[in-house]
């Protein structure tokens, strides 16, 4: 059945123009609402639509063209076709079409034979709807949209491809003639919504590709950032272990050897020379107060008991001198010189370093050496200080550093010294042979940035 047009050719005239010059700018507009609206349901999975406001309102827009160019194209039949047998028809198939397309958001947006057999029915509807009047023609702009977000690619461009040339042939009807523009002006729109849809559904499925890599790569970085935390948090562990294990063996672990010593003598003398035996017991006994000072020290800050006590590195390294001095009895004497004077007070990371390579370095000439003498050198000069321990001993003979370390069996001697003038990026050299006594130098410069470890 064909729709009959009524009134003057004049009034055709107009009436044929209406739909490709009046109606294909709202039809344009609602089409890239449309569009819009297409792209943030097109995620089944996500519900944009459902999280997003913007997304939720383009939909709603969407909705509100279809019902928008339904009622229109209604109320046109209406107007210009009054009291004809069809009209029953007409309304009756609208009001169908409404309600169909009312149901399509409660099926939801997964292709389900449910979702298809829906789509299925509202397009049949919809033809057959423009078979009976061609003005319901361009309400197939919003079903372009909802056939692109549910069929496959394919599928949806054919169902596009059918709906326009419907769309074109109800053009041509209500034309009074062959107008080029009615057949070429829906293929564009199409062509156009088509593309736009497409666009926008892939620039969405980039975007949740490119969050979800970006989360990736979130979840990596505090991966590394918790691994290498840990890995920082073992090595200064280790370090600190190290620093600890160096100050014990220079301090309590010397001072408890001599103690040793001295009290192995009292006890092989105890019979034969008691006064010689108490005089063991009484030096013991001197060690054991400076272990146990150095020993209250590590507990409150580890830093060494002679620079605790004021004066600075000089009268520390003084005070060692005297104090190893009479530890001796007489067998060693140490002597205590220092050459320069400091431009700034050294800081105390190098003091400390210094006054327990001065404590290693006398309890191996004492325990080591057989020397009788024993000199203690600081100099200063102006970009560093130098620590120099010489001795008269029987001295040996020097090897490389990696060889020395691997064949010590006591651990802690010249690797401790070399870790700690390390440490603080300066060097230390060992100059011996035998039968010629021994020279320690360990140099320190002061315009290295100290160790924070």
Same mark, same amino acid.
């Given at each position: 059945?064909?729709?009959?047009? @009524? ?55 969407? *909705? ?10 209604? /109320? ?98 209500? %034309? ?24 926008? =559904?892939?620039? %969405? ?8 890599? =970006? ?19 073992? &090595? ?10 160096? &100050? ?36 013991? /006994? ?27 590195? &000089?009268?520390?390294? *003084? ?6 001095? %009479? ?16 431009? %700034? ?5 190098? =003091? ?14 004492? &325990? ?54 390390? =440490? ?16 320690? @130098? ?12």
């Amino acid at each position: 059945m064909v729709e009959h047009r @009524s009134g003057s050719p004049d009034a055709e005239a107009a009436e044929a123009e209406a739909p490709g010059a009046a109606e294909a700018p709202g039809v344009a507009g609602s089409t890239a609402e449309a569009g819009a609206a297409g792209t943030a349901e097109s995620d089944p999975d996500a519900q944009v639509a459902g999280a997003d406001p913007d997304a939720r309102w383009l939909a709603l827009l969407m *909705h509100a063209a279809f019902f928008l160019l339904l009622g229109a194209s209604l /109320t046109r039949f209406l107007m210009r076709h009054p009291g004809e047998a069809r009209t029953p028809w007409i309304i009756a198939l609208s009001i169908t079409l409404a309600v169909l397309y009312l149901l399509g958001p409660v099926l939801g947006s997964r292709p389900t034979p449910r979702r298809l057999t829906w789509l299925g029915v509202l397009v049949v509807v919809w033809m057959v709807l423009v078979v009976l009047a061609p003005s319901f023609a361009w309400c197939a702009v919003p079903l372009f949209y909802t056939g692109l977000r549910i069929l496959p690619p394919r599928a949806a461009l054919a169902l596009v491809a059918l709906l326009t040339v419907f769309v074109v042939a109800a053009q041509l009807r209500l %034309a009074d003639g062959f107008d080029p523009n009615l057949v070429l002006a829906p293929p564009a729109v199409a062509a156009v919504a088509t593309a736009v849809f497409v666009h926008m =559904q892939r620039q %969405a499925v980039r975007q949740r590709e490119l969050a979800a890599r =970006q989360g990736e790569l979130i979840d990596d970085l505090l991966r590394t950032r918790r691994e290498l935390a840990a890995t920082e948090r073992r &090595e200064g562990t280790l370090a600190e272990r190290q620093r600890l294990s160096m &100050e014990i063996h220079d301090t309590l672990a010397q001072g408890l050897s001599s103690q040793q010593m001295l009290l192995q003598a009292a006890d092989r003398t105890w019979s034969a020379d008691p006064d010689a035996a108490r005089r063991h017991v009484r030096t013991a /006994t001197g060690i054991a107060e400076r272990n146990l000072a150095e020993a209250r020290r590590f507990v409150h800050d580890l830093a060494p008991a002679d620079l605790a006590e004021g004066g600075g590195l &000089e009268a520390a390294l *003084h005070a060692l001198a005297a104090r190893e001095s %009479a530890q001796a009895a007489g067998a060693l004497t140490i002597h205590c010189h220092v050459e320069g004077t400091p431009h %700034a007070p050294l800081p105390d990371r190098v =003091q400390s370093a210094l006054l327990r390579i001065a404590q290693g370095a006398l309890a191996n000439v004492r &325990e080591h050496s057989g020397a009788t003498a024993a000199g203690l050198t600081l100099t200063h000069l102006d970009d560093r200080v130098v620590l120099d321990i010489g001795d008269n001993g029987r001295g040996f003979t020097a090897e490389p550093e990696g060889v020395r370390g691997a064949r010590t069996v006591r651990g802690h001697g010249l690797p401790a010294m070399r870790a700690r003038v390390r =440490q603080l990026g300066g060097t230390l050299t060992v100059e011996s042979a035998p039968g010629e006594g021994t020279v320690l @130098s360990a140099e320190v410069p002061l315009t290295t940035t100290e160790d924070p470890t």
